[in-house]
Structures are given as structure tokens and as C-alpha cells.
């Protein structure tokens, strides 16, 4: 069974940090594009950073530039997503999904870990 499991999640003052994980199993991991997604209240899903299997390119939603960086380690199978100056905007549940590289229907989404940033 695939499994994706996010994890780092909490309450941050804004302007602080957090680190978020999502560590695989039972994919070959290498073979995969991660990305981040969020969702907010009332708000659609949207991505937030996305990083190749091999790590040389990453993308990011405009709204996150300059204070998130996605990173992955294909050795221990985790993505990880860090997380500063954090905004309240930011307040969401934070999903991790897989996306094998040779067949885009093969997609696999974590169960989510919740982000909120306030004071």
C-alpha cells in the first residue's frame, strides 16, 4: 500500500517558521515528482511548491516565493518543505502528493497536516 504521511504541522506566531515533512513508502521515490499543496477555509486547493524527482527543479506558487523552499532526499524517501515568515494567509492544511514521472494518472496524496499561523 502507498503511504504518504505529512507531518511538522502546528501553531506558529507570524513571522515564525516551520518545517514540514512527508516521508514514502512503498514507491520508488526517485522515480516521482513531489509537490505541495494547501487548502484553506472556503479557498480551492492550490500548489505551493513542486520539486523533480531529481531535485534540479523546483517551483513555487508567487505568493510563497522568497520564504518557502521545498527539498527532498530520495535516501530516506522524504520531501520536506520549510516554512518562514510565515503570514496568516498561509493558515491551511498542507498536503503532500507524488506524481510518477512516466504516467501522470499515478498520483498519491497524503492525509495532511494543519498549518496556522496567529498571534
Known amino acids: 500500500q502507498v503511504q504518504l504521511v505529512e507531518s511538522g504541522g502546528g501553531l506558529v506566531q507570524p513571522g515564525g517558521s516551520l518545517r514540514l515533512s512527508c516521508a514514502a513508502s512503498r514507491i520508488t521515490f526517485s522515480r516521482y515528482t513531489m509537490s505541495w499543496y494547501r487548502q484553506a477555509p472556503g479557498k480551492e486547493r492550490e500548489l505551493v511548491a513542486s520539486?523533480?524527482?531529481?531535485?534540479?527543479?523546483?517551483n513555487y506558487a508567487d505568493s510563497v516565493k522568497g520564504r518557502f523552499t521545498i527539498s527532498r532526499d530520495n535516501a530516506k524517501k522524504t520531501v520536506y518543505l520549510q516554512m518562514n515568515n510565515l503570514k496568516p494567509e498561509d493558515t491551511a492544511a498542507y498536503y503532500c502528493?507524488?506524481?510518477?514521472?512516466?504516467?501522470?494518472?499515478?498520483?498519491?496524496w497524503g492525509q495532511g497536516t494543519q498549518v496556522t499561523v496567529s498571534s
Open positions: 502528493q507524488a506524481t510518477y514521472d512516466y504516467d501522470s494518472s499515478l498520483n498519491y
Open positions: 520539486i523533480t524527482s531529481a531535485g534540479a527543479v523546483t
